[in-house]
């Protein structure tokens, strides 16, 4: 199989402060995974993709600053909000594949339940 | 350019009886196609993939789908339901190419009574 685990499974934070939200390959190594968020009954939005050793790739609307990804292995990935607010409260996921070509699927984390007070 | 389709946001079924979710999709190339299915709360579980193989692909808990290229048509079907498959399903989208992104679909939430 292909496990992909992320960590927390929900944090609430104080506005203002930073969360790191981590997703770990955990059976096969990945050199790209990809952070999506969710609004509740909406469907996934791509946010960035994160290349092992390199910089992330951002979608268009998305503050690169204000969310901090880092690749550092090819089985860890993190995204960090940074001086977050209410407004950054959302289901955020991560995926990971686990072949080279856009055939192989993406594997998910649980996502991550974000509640910023 | 590609895109999903998903052409029932709710489908509602009895326990036991045919679920038809159903997709349409559009790509520049030939596309790479797969079934997600979302519980509340949690990430998305591959249910089956089409990759230019088989049309008829048979995934897993029993859902099986069809690609139909001149239908540009993707459905998701179960013969009988059961109360453990209701959840979110998306449809997804991408091409072959390495820098392929997914295009979701917006997602169908079924529903299954007694």
């Known amino acids: 199989g292909a496990v992909v685990s992320q960590h927390p499974s929900w944090v609430i934070c104080k506005s203002g402060t930073s969360v790191k939200i981590e997703c770990r390959s955990l059976?096969?190594?990945?050199?790209?995974m990809f952070w999506y968020r969710q609004f509740p009954k909406q469907s996934l939005m791509l946010m960035a993709t994160s290349n092992e050793g390199s910089k992330a790739t951002y979608e268009q609307g998305v503050e690169k600053d204000k969310f901090l990804i880092n690749h550092a292995s090819l089985t860890l990935s993190t995204l960090t909000v940074t001086s977050a607010h209410p407004e950054d409260s959302s289901f955020y996921i991560c995926s990971a594949r686990k072949g080279l070509t856009g055939s192989s699927p993406l594997h998910f984390g649980n996502g991550t339940r974000l509640t910023v007070t | 350019a590609q895109s999903v389709t998903q052409l029932d946001s709710h489908v509602s079924v009895s326990e036991g009886t045919p679920v038809l979710l159903r997709c349409n999709y559009s790509?520049?190339?030939?596309?790479?196609l797969f079934w997600y299915v979302q519980h509340p709360n949690k990430g998305l579980q591959l249910l089956l993939k089409y990759t230019s193989a088989a049309t008829l692909v048979k995934g897993i808990n029993g859902f099986e789908a069809e690609f139909k290229k001149s239908e540009t048509s993707f459905h998701l079907t179960k013969p009988s339901a059961h109360m453990s498959d209701a959840a979110e399903y998306f449809c997804v989208v991408t091409n072959t190419g390495t820098a392929s992104k997914l295009t979701f679909g917006t997602g169908t939430r079924l529903q299954v009574t007694l």
């Open positions: 790509s520049s190339y030939s596309p790479s």
């Open positions: 059976d096969f190594q990945a050199t790209t």
